[in-house]
């Protein structure tokens, strides 16, 4: 979705779109553009997280950035702007970028602009439409006149995180007591998601010194006062210009023994949802030992094959085509639990995901349709979903619909694991590591290739008897192959 605003004939305006499935904020990774840089129309000029994947943001018009909002860290609401674009360069002087108390949008925060509830004294935002000013004034506290060392501080920071110049300090600022920020000793300003950002890394709010309109605590000032040693007392933090990254992880004040990480995008996304899952649907896990050797062999076949010339052959690739023929054979098994209509749905489809490790987290990319894909076809979707996933440019679609998955532990050196379904799924199966083992074969012991297999299932849809008929077609077929053909 493209979101646009035009301020003037000559400014656009471009706002965080909603880039999947009613996401409401997104965290600005990487700018890739800077005030005074030409742009066109389609070019990519920044790449957002949000709590599915990483996106990169196209400009919809021609021009010259103007100026850059958020610096880059940022959590930004859906419908904030987030660029200005100058559409007509050389028709005037332009005006100075918009100050961060500007209507259209809250000071400067990182990570967690315009989130929870408004502050006094400004009127809650529909997304997209901007605030309006509040016509009541805040009526100034009793002993207002702040430490001027704590509001030339203030002043300075909200100036360079805006990239201006710092004002000088011609008039009253706000109450901002000088050891913190609450007002005449009363409760700290701040956000609920910036409170508990304090309470996460164990800061007392009455002793962070506020930067944000109003006395407001801001999550730059908590991450601040996490990590005092970065910066002088009574000097203004250093702050790079607009495009600064925030900081990605907190090291405790009282020791250099913990790091503290803040948990969001991505992570914060696999965490909510494994817990919902876990706690939604009653797990059942059973397991099996196979016999792997002749797949292995198939998997050194298929590789010399012509037909498959161009896409990757690994085990996994046998075993996705095996779990597909065994959901065609155990249909039930591929369905979802409608909670609300209290219903079983049943999938004539099967959008198979493959769990895939990322440096921003666990993701569950799908390969849709998988059911009617061919060998090479399965293969070379394997291939895209992994080179995708490994260069964090999977999108919130490809996550979206998937009805069962493996996860691949093997990989680890793991023989075998207990996995949490993917929610709204049925079924999920862990594969562990292909270790030459003693085995009896044809009555004899002799060296064989095994692995375990663990199969996950939601047991409101799938009882025990469907749960072993789908792990054993699976295990028989990585037993004996050639029931790929006999079977499909």
Known sequence: MTTMTETSARFREFKMPDVGEGLTEA????????PGDTVTDGQVVCEVETAKAAV?????????????????????????????????????????????????????????????????????VLVGYGVAESSTKRRPRKGASAAPEAAA?????????????????????????AQGGAPDGGRPLAKPPVRKLAKDLGIDLATVVPTGKDGIITREDVHAAAAPAATAPGTAPAVSPAVAEAPAAAVSSASARETRIPVKGVRKAIAQAMVGSAFTAPHVTEFVT??????????????????????????????AKALLVAIKRNPEVNAAWDEANQEIVQKHYVNLGIA??????????????????????????????????????????????????????????????????????????AVGAIKLQPWVHKGKVKPRQV???????????VDGELGSKVLADVAAILEQPKRLITWA
């Open 27 to 34: 965290e600005i990774l990487k700018w890739f553009v800077q």
């Open 56 to 124: 990169e943001l196209p400009i919809p018009f021609d021009g010259v950035v103007h100026e850059l909002r958020f610096p880059e860290g940022t959590t930004v609401d859906v419908g904030q702007v987030i660029i200005a674009i100058d559409v007509a360069p050389g028709s005037g002087d332009a005006p100075a970028p918009a100050p961060a108390a500007a209507p259209v949008q809250e000071p400067v925060e990182a990570a967690g602009s315009g989130d929870g509830d408004a502050p006094k004294g400004r009127t809650p």
């Open 153 to 177: 501080v203030a002043a300075a920071v909200q100036a360079e995180l805006n990239g201006h110049a710092a004002p000088a300090v011609a008039a009253p600022a706000p109450a901002v007591p």
């Open 290 to 319: 196979v016999d792997v050797t002749r797949t292995m062999k198939l998997v050194a076949e298929l590789k010399e094959d012509k037909d498959m010339a161009g896409v990757r052959v690994n085990p996994l690739l046998i075993i």
């Open 356 to 429: 895939a490790a990322t440096p921003r987290g666990l993701i569950v990319p799908n390969i849709k349709d998988a059911h009617d894909k061919t060998l090479p076809q399965l293969a070379a979707a394997l291939g895209e979903l992994v080179t995708t996933a490994r260069d964090g440019k999977t999108s919130p679609a490809a996550m979206a619909g998937g009805t069962v998955t493996i996860t691949n532990v093997g990989v680890f050196g793991v023989d075998t694991g207990t996995p949490i379904l993917n929610p709204g799924e049925s079924a999920i199966l």
């Open 451 to 461: 692995t375990t297999l663990a199969l996950s299932f939601d047991h409101r849809l």
